[in-house]
């Protein structure tokens, strides 16, 4: 059964501040690992890795794969409130590629 | 405008009720997806569909069908609901070749 595992599961900062999410994967002919944030809807698209340690990065967030150890991180750097929301992980495979596995994912809370 | 529209938007039924949950997108993606989303376990996917006429299971798929007669539409169904499938479900698309996927606005349905 394919799995993905997510850490921490909440995590509450201020602004400012840096945090690494982490996301570790078991999945059946896994083809890429992606980041989704979700606020109060539904969840929008941060990244997509195919590639092992090659660092994808928009603005203040970044993300790397290490495919041998099955694991990504996802790094903000001088946090803002609007970061406040839910960081899912999700592992691409199966047969045909079809197949999304997410993490139940971190709670990121910023305060001011 | 690109969208992943989804009807209803909130539901109230009673167990044993059959209900269609529909999704319709305009971006002639060959892939569409329906996930369920709980408190705790993230989102799990229901069922996918990588192209007309082709559906496969994701990680949770009993107690529900889906059909793709036409690329534009996804429908989800309950033939016999039960309070156990009270959740949030989001239906998902994306091109083929991307993992990039565009999420509808979810539909909340409790079950009673």
């Known amino acids: 059964e394919d799995k993905v595992v997510q850490s921490p599961l909440s995590l509450v900062v201020h602004e400012g501040d840096t945090v690494t999410l982490n996301c570790s994967y078991e999945?059946?002919?896994?083809?890429?690992l992606l980041w989704y944030k979700q606020e109060k809807k539904a969840p929008t698209f941060l990244f997509m890795l195919?590639?092992?340690?090659i660092e994808k990065k928009s603005g203040r967030l970044s993300s790397i794969l290490d495919k041998k150890e099955l694991f990504s991180i996802l790094n903000i750097t001088a946090t803002q409130t609007g970061d406040s929301a839910v960081y899912l992980c999700?592992?691409?495979?199966?047969?045909?590629?079809?197949?999304?596995?997410f993490g139940q994912g971190t709670i990121l809370t910023v305060h001011p | 405008e690109a969208q992943v529209t989804q009807n209803p938007r909130y539901l109230i039924t009673v167990t044993g009720k059959k209900l269609t949950v529909t999704c319709s997108q305009n971006?002639?993606?060959?892939?569409m997806s329906w996930y369920r989303q709980d408190p705790g376990l993230g989102l799990r996917q229901i069922y996918y569909?990588?192209?007309?006429?082709?559906?496969d299971k994701g990680d949770v798929p009993e107690g529900y069908k889906v059909s793709r007669k036409e690329k534009r539409n996804f429908p989800l169904i309950l033939e016999s609901p039960s309070p156990n499938q009270t959740s949030l479900y989001f239906c998902?698309?994306?091109?083929?070749?991307?993992?990039?996927?565009?999420f509808g606005p979810g539909t909340r349905l409790t079950v009673t």
């Open positions: 999945v059946t002919n896994f083809r890429s």
């Open positions: 569909s990588m192209n007309v006429e082709v559906t």
């Open positions: 195919t590639s092992s340690g």
């Open positions: 998902a698309t994306r091109t083929g070749a991307s993992y990039e996927q565009y």
């Open positions: 971006m002639n993606h060959e892939y």
């Open positions: 999700a592992g691409a495979g199966g047969t045909s590629y079809g197949k999304l596995t």
